[in-house]
C-alpha cells in the first residue's frame, strides 16, 4: 500500500475513532447525533415515581383512555411523548394548539368513535405498582381541555 | 508495515460486500422512514431542536426542500449500492444519509437506534469499497489479492461498532456507578418505559410488565448487559471472541426488544455486526439465488 494511503487510514481512523468517543468527555456535547454518550436508561433513579405528559381522551360515558402517538402528530410513540411534552412546557396557548389538532384527528377516526373531549395533562405514576396494583394516577394537571367536533357539530 | 500489510489484508471483496449490505439497509431504511422525515416539515417550529449537522439551521426547512433533498437520498443510496461513479456518490450519500437522519432527529427526540448505522455508511462512503462488484468495476477482472487497504476501514467499522457500546457502558458507570447494577435501575427503566407506552397508547411488553412485579430477576441481567457494554473493546481481539460478543450483544438487544418493545433495528437484522464476519459470502449467496451471480478473481 502506497505511503499516501497509508497515511488517510491512519487519519481517517483517528479521527473517526476520536469523534466517536468525544461524547464520553462530561464538559463536550454528550447526547446527540450521530455522537452521543447514548444516555439513555444509564440514571440509577432514588425515586420510583414519575410525570408523564399525555393526551387523553374521555368518553360520554366517563371512561378514559390514552390518545395513540400516530392521532398526536406522528406514530413514533418517543416523538410524540416529546412533542406533547414540549407543548405542556410551553404552556396553555402550546397545549390548548396542541389538543385541538389532535381533536381533528380523532374525530376522523372511527376508533374513537366515543371520544368527546380530550385533555393534554401531566399525570404521576409509580412505576413500580403501575401494572400490580392499578394504573391510577397519583395526581394530575390538565394543561389543556377541548372538544372533539364531528361533522354538523360545533 | 509489510508485516501488518499482510496480518490485515482481505480481499476488495469483502468491502464491496459491505458497502452492499450496509449501503441497501441505509437505501430500505430511508424508504421506510420516507413519510416520517418529510411530514417533520409539518411540525410546530417550536418543536425543532436541530442535532449533527442540522445545528447549522436556525428554522426548520420548507416541506418541498425537505423532500427534495430526501428524494435526493434515496437516489444516491441507489447508486451507493451499485457503486456507480462512487468516489462522488459514495461521500454524496454518506452526507446526505447523515443530513436525512440528523433532520428527522432534529424535532427534541433523538432515536439512538440510527447513530451506528449513519456512522457505518459515513465510513464506506470515503474508503475504496466500490473496486470491485460494483458499476465503476464493469468489465474489469475481479483482483482477488488480499490487501491491507480493504482491511482497515473493516477494522474501522468494527472499532466503531465496539467503541459505541462501551460509550453506552461507561455513561452508565459515570453517572450512576454500580448502583445501576445494585439498585435495581433496570427494573425500574424497564417498568417506566412500558408504563410511558401504555400510557401513550401505543404497543408495551406485557412480558417486561409482569417482570417488573419481580425483583429479583433485574440485578443479574443489568450486570450481564454492563458487561456486554463495557467489555465491548475484547471483541477487537480476535474473530472468534469478536464472533462471541457479536452474538452476546444481539442477544442483548433481543432481551430489549422483549421487554421493553424496543427495536434497535440494525443490531437486530444483524447487519450491525456485519464487519465481524465473511459478509461476502453471503453476499455471493444471495446474488446467485436471485440470478446474479457476481463475479469472481
Same mark, same amino acid.
Given at each position: 500500500m502506497a505511503s499516501a494511503?497509508?497515511?488517510?487510514?491512519?487519519i481517517v481512523s483517528t479521527v473517526v475513532l476520536g469523534a466517536v468517543l468525544s461524547p464520553i468527555v462530561p464538559a463536550e456535547q454528550e447526547d446527540g447525533f450521530p455522537l452521543s454518550n447514548y444516555p439513555m436508561f444509564s440514571r440509577a433513579p432514588d425515586d420510583s415515581r414519575v410525570s408523564l405528559a399525555h393526551v387523553v381522551g374521555w368518553s360520554s360515558r366517563g371512561e378514559h383512555r390514552p390518545i395513540e402517538p400516530g392521532l398526536v402528530e406522528t406514530e413514533e410513540v418517543m416523538q410524540a411523548m416529546q412533542t406533547i411534552k414540549v407543548a405542556a412546557r410551553k404552556g396553555a396557548a402550546a397545549s390548548a394548539d396542541l389538543c385541538t389538532k389532535t381533536a381533528a384527528r380523532v374525530a376522523e377516526d372511527d376508533d374513537y368513535a366515543d371520544i368527546e373531549t380530550l385533555e393534554v395533562r401531566t399525570d404521576r405514576y409509580d412505576v413500580l405498582t403501575y401494572f400490580s396494583e392499578g394504573r391510577a394516577p397519583l395526581a394530575t394537571q390538565v394543561h389543556a381541555r377541548c372538544p372533539v367536533l364531528r361533522g354538523g357539530a360545533g | 508495515m509489510s508485516r501488518i500489510d499482510s496480518r490485515w489484508a482481505v480481499p476488495a471483496t469483502s468491502l464491496a460486500a459491505l458497502r452492499i449490505l450496509i449501503g441497501a439497509y441505509a437505501l430500505v431504511y430511508t424508504l421506510v422512514r420516507f413519510g416520517h422525515v418529510v411530514r417533520t416539515a409539518t411540525f410546530p417550529v417550536r418543536?425543532?431542536?436541530p442535532v449533527g449537522p442540522v445545528s447549522l439551521l436556525s428554522q426548520p426547512l420548507p416541506y418541498a426542500v425537505v423532500l427534495v433533498l430526501?428524494?435526493?437520498?434515496?437516489?444516491?443510496?441507489?447508486?451507493?449500492?451499485?457503486?456507480?461513479?462512487f468516489r462522488v456518490v459514495g461521500p454524496a450519500f454518506a452526507?446526505?444519509? @447523515?443530513?436525512?437522519?440528523?433532520?428527522?432527529?432534529?424535532?427534541s427526540m433523538v432515536f439512538h437506534?440510527?447513530?451506528? @448505522?449513519? @456512522?457505518?455508511?459515513?465510513?464506506l462512503g470515503i474508503v475504496r469499497a466500490a473496486d470491485v462488484w460494483s458499476l465503476d468495476a464493469r468489465g474489469r477482472p475481479?483482483?482477488?489479492t488480499a490487501r491491507f487497504r480493504y482491511a482497515w476501514p473493516i477494522l474501522l467499522l468494527c472499532a466503531i461498532t465496539v467503541t459505541t457500546y462501551f460509550i453506552a457502558g461507561y455513561t452508565k458507570l459515570r453517572i450512576s456507578g454500580l448502583s445501576w447494577v445494585t439498585h435495581d435501575a433496570l427494573r425500574y427503566h424497564v417498568a417506566h418505559?412500558?408504563?410511558r407506552k401504555a400510557e401513550l397508547g401505543s404497543v408495551y411488553s406485557p412480558l417486561g410488565a409482569w417482570l417488573a412485579g419481580h425483583a429479583g430477576i433485574f440485578k443479574p441481567l443489568a450486570a450481564v448487559s454492563l458487561i456486554v457494554e463495557v467489555l465491548a473493546p475484547l471483541a477487537l481481539l480476535g474473530r472468534r471472541i469478536g464472533r462471541a460478543w457479536c452474538v452476546s450483544a444481539w442477544a442483548f438487544h433481543f432481551g430489549v426488544f422483549a421487554v421493553m418493545a424496543i427495536g434497535f433495528h440494525y443490531p437486530l437484522?444483524?447487519?450491525?455486526?456485519?464487519?465481524?464476519?465473511?459478509?461476502a459470502r453471503l453476499v455471493r449467496w444471495v446474488a446467485r439465488k436471485i440470478g446474479r451471480p457476481l463475479p469472481e478473481p
Open positions: 494511503e497509508r497515511w488517510y487510514a491512519a | 418543536q425543532f431542536d430526501t428524494t435526493v437520498t434515496v437516489l444516491l443510496g441507489v447508486a451507493f449500492v451499485l457503486g456507480w461513479r452526507f446526505s444519509f @447523515l443530513w436525512t437522519l440528523s433532520y428527522r432527529n432534529s424535532w437506534t440510527e447513530n451506528l @448505522l449513519v @456512522l457505518h455508511v459515513l465510513v475481479v483482483d482477488g418505559d412500558n408504563l437484522a444483524g447487519v450491525a455486526y456485519a464487519s465481524f464476519f465473511d459478509t
